[in-house]
């Protein structure tokens, strides 16, 4: 499935009736908005609390959220009331969170990388920035990542090239393992980079794929809603004009996606005492990438990318 949306409803999300929404999530740290091909959604604490369609129509809070013990009023989005929706909104899924419900974890941590690297004020500093989180193919071959993104070394940005990356995102010692039984395998880490190396096998596939995502990149870019990309996606020219002066002129670029696309492994809050790890990396390969902290935070950089081999695992 396509997440890259529309020219025109592209248009009213920036210039239309639906910027107001945009131009809210911009400056809200704590929302982040993707796109989903026939509507963009917005995440606050992971979870989803607005759906924007490209007819227009709005879709808030799930039911789940609203459960009979919080006793906390629905509200329906509107355009007109969209700062008091959103008010509303995070305050009840605060509310939903801090209860025995609560069931975002990794899908939070997931927003918290997006915002370091494609808004934060290091954002136009670190190596790799986000098209997309939670992307599931489900029409096609079924390709799946908590995390696409794009590295572009950001020393290296005269180049232009990027590299497809898809990012698996666990918390704590319990999600490490992988299990199997006759019915089903639970998702560990040899099960997703399994999963990884099943999608990296049809080269058109990963092509189309990446092409998509890149259109992403480029459009939440337009949105503002990433930073430091913009000379990605255009190159400077000189030309002459009638009188034979020299003038530079800014033009649309196509940068260059390297083939091999790369997976990594994005661990949160696991506990070091832990032999879990050990025991599922026994059968991964050697090559397999961790993403190592930068001190504390979420800001990815290619030198922290370390191979089981160099963390000892």
């Not at 107001?20 to 917005?42: A, H, K, S, T």
């Not at 919080?70 to 995070?90: G, L, M, N, Q, R």
């Not at 899924?93 to 934060?120: A, P």
């Not at 136009?124 to 071959?141: K, Q, S, V």
Request: aromatic share 10%; hydrophobic share 35%; net charge negative.
């Amino acid at each position: 499935m396509k997440r890259s949306i529309s020219t025109q409803f592209l248009e009213n999300l920036k210039n239309g009736a639906l910027h107001v929404i945009v131009d809210y999530v911009r400056v809200d740290p704590y929302l982040d908005l993707e796109l989903r091909g026939n509507c963009v959604m917005v995440y606050y604490r992971g979870g989803k609390i607005l759906t924007v369609y490209e007819n227009q129509n709005l879709e808030g809070l799930a039911e789940e959220y609203y459960k009979k013990e919080s006793e906390t009023a629905k509200i329906v989005p509107s355009f007109d009331c969209i700062h008091e929706y959103f008010a509303h909104a995070k305050h009840i899924v605060d509310i939903h969170e801090s209860s025995r419900y609560s069931k975002l974890g990794e899908k939070e941590i997931q927003q918290r990388v997006v915002y370091e690297n494609n808004l934060s004020v290091n954002a136009c500093n670190t190596d790799y920035f986000i098209a997309d989180i939670e992307w599931a193919d489900n029409d096609n071959l079924g390709g799946r990542a908590d995390i696409v993104a794009f590295r572009w070394n950001h020393m290296e940005h005269r180049k232009r090239v990027v590299q497809l990356t898809l990012i698996e995102v666990k918390q704590g010692e319990n999600a490490i393992k992988t299990f199997e039984n006759d019915e089903q395998t639970s998702a560990g880490l040899r099960k997703h980079y399994t999963d990884f190396l099943s999608f990296k096998s049809n080269p058109d596939y990963v092509s189309d794929c990446a092409k998509d995502m890149l259109l992403v990149l480029k459009q939440k870019k337009e949105l503002g809603l990433i930073k430091g990309i913009e000379k990605l996606f255009e190159k400077t020219i000189v030309i002459e004009d009638k009188s034979g002066n020299k003038i530079r002129k800014n033009v649309d670029f196509e940068p260059e996606i390297e083939t091999e696309p790369v997976f990594l492994f994005l661990l949160a809050n696991y506990h070091h005492y832990s032999t879990n790890l050990q025991e599922e990396c026994k059968s991964l390969p050697d090559d397999s990438k961790f993403i190592n902290a930068s001190f504390c935070g979420y800001g990815l950089y290619k030198d922290f990318v370390k191979t089981k081999v160099e963390l000892g695992l």
